[in-house]
């Protein structure tokens, strides 16, 4: 049985990647910080009762700012695929808390694959980088693209990036870097610009609110479906040559657009609800983004199946239904 460790277990990529492991017969063992509250939810549906004959999912308190953690968890576990999701994310937010962003995403991936090269560990790993590396390098972007990174979170992931290349070059470890472009789905966070115009249309549509409060609304972005995109991670993983691969849909939208189809769906005017707050804007802006995703269509045979319409009418119709249950459930007004 092949045993995977996923750091970020808890977050949307997380999830969806734990999903795709069990049902391929995985044990997959998930990295989680301690918290005085939970964040598992995600997870709830495919968590397993340790007691039980067949568990095949563990979750274990660790955390990338930790070195000693990392080393512990995989000198005791001794995975065959190692997936690091894990990170602070959100990109206007590194312009806040630029320290601790580099020190998770950045110096975090560094702990890590000292762990895996000390542990003598036979195992693939595959690391999360992301297209905000790309930055102001105009579109299409693919893999030899010039990184050119607009915020603290684009800088720190080109340096976890270019460190797992002399990591593989170095000591001939198995490392796989994902170029991936933005990638939604109903579990996205709610800060995120997608999840938080699904979720405020659907409260708006009842009643619940009646403002939504945006940056940008010219960026372009390659939005895809995050349940696709996990499937890329683990086929990277199962070449026999470790390689780096731009994983997106090919297509550009704009923020407008989404508000578009996600008031749309519900048969409301975003114009009449949506205001903009300079405080949401950026330092440093990325204009465009979209993806060649030509590599990984010819050597791993990985296609986008959700598309930009399918994927913002998923999301609303998915924040709708939870507001919708939520009304339900709630005491009689007095």
């Known amino acids: 049985m092949k045993r995977a460790l996923i750091t970020g277990i808890t977050g949307q990529d997380g999830s969806y990647l734990a999903e795709l492991l069990l049902l391929k017969g995985y044990e997959v063992i998930g990295v989680i910080r301690r918290s005085s509250s939970f964040n598992t939810e995600r997870i709830d549906p ?28 995989i000198q005791a576990t001794q995975p065959t695929e190692i997936y690091n999701l894990g990170a602070q994310s ?94 939604e789905s109903p579990r996205r966070g709610i800060p995120f610009v997608t999840r938080k115009i699904t979720r405020s249309a659907a409260r708006i549509l009842h009643g619940l609110d009646k403002k939504l409060f945006l940056g940008n609304l010219d960026a372009q972005r390659d939005w895809g479906f995050a349940g696709d995109y996990v499937e890329a991670m683990w086929l990277m993983l199962q070449q026999d040559r470790p390689d780096d691969y731009v994983i997106a849909t090919g297509e550009s939208h704009s923020v407008r657009e989404v508000l578009d189809v996600a008031f749309g769906t519900l048969g409301l005017d975003w114009k009449k609800h949506v205001e903009s707050d300079p405080r949401y804007l950026r330092p440093t802006e990325v204009d465009a983004l979209c993806g060649d995703a030509s590599k990984a269509a010819a050597r791993l045979g990985w296609k986008p199946r959700v598309r930009f319409r399918e994927l913002i009418e998923m999301m609303v119709r998915s924040d709708e239904a939870d507001v919708r249950a939520a009304l339900a459930g709630r005491a009689p007004q007095t």
Do not use: W
């Not at 095949?56 to 512990?72: V, Y």
């Not at 937010?93 to 000292?114: C, H, I, K, Q």
């Open 46 to 73: 495919i968590y397993q009762d340790p007691h039980s004959t067949d568990y095949r999912l563990r979750l274990l308190f660790g955390d990338l700012d930790d070195a000693s953690s990392i080393n512990r968890i």
């Open 90 to 183: 959100h990109v206007r937010v590194s312009f806040d808390v630029p320290d601790y962003t580099a020190n998770t995403v950045a110096m975090g991936t560094l702990r890590l694959l000292e762990a895996v090269r000390e542990s003598g560990a036979r195992c693939r790993l595959y690391q999360a980088s992301s297209s905000e590396m790309f930055g102001s390098s105009p579109p299409p972007q693919k893999e030899d693209t010039r990184f050119r990174p607009r915020s603290p979170y684009a800088c720190a992931k080109v340096f976890a990036h270019q460190l797992c290349q002399n990591y593989r070059d170095a000591y001939g470890l198995f490392i796989c870097c994902g170029i991936l472009f933005n990638h």
